[in-house]
């Protein structure tokens, strides 16, 4: 379990895997969040599920009520979320794989959306 800003780049990294409880994921979360606080501009939340093979769509789906739930910093208007691994809802973006996630950021950042 690991929340982490790369180095000089508006991107932070969540892992999750299938050990983690509720009360961690929420803790995953906030720490992301904290981070987020720290970057000015447009904010890339790169979440890795490709350990949560068994709980994935669970973590998506607390991933999205926690941001509903939660106000200011958590739901930054200039943050998306993308996500590594096996799809588990239509409505997100998913990649096979860290680094094809982290190049889309890259890109995203590089020349953002207006």
Known sequence: MAA???SNEPIIVLTFDDGMD???MIDLYMQSVKLAEAIDGPVYRVVDLRDATQTA???VAALGELA???SGAATIPDLAMVFVGRAVQSNSMFFDTL???LGHAR???AEPVR
């Open 107 to 109: 890109d995203q950042v």
């Open 68 to 70: 509903r739930q939660m």
């Open 57 to 59: 769509g669970r973590i």
């Open 4 to 6: 982490m800003r790369l």
């Open 22 to 24: 509720e009360r961690q």
């Open 99 to 101: 680094n094809a996630a």
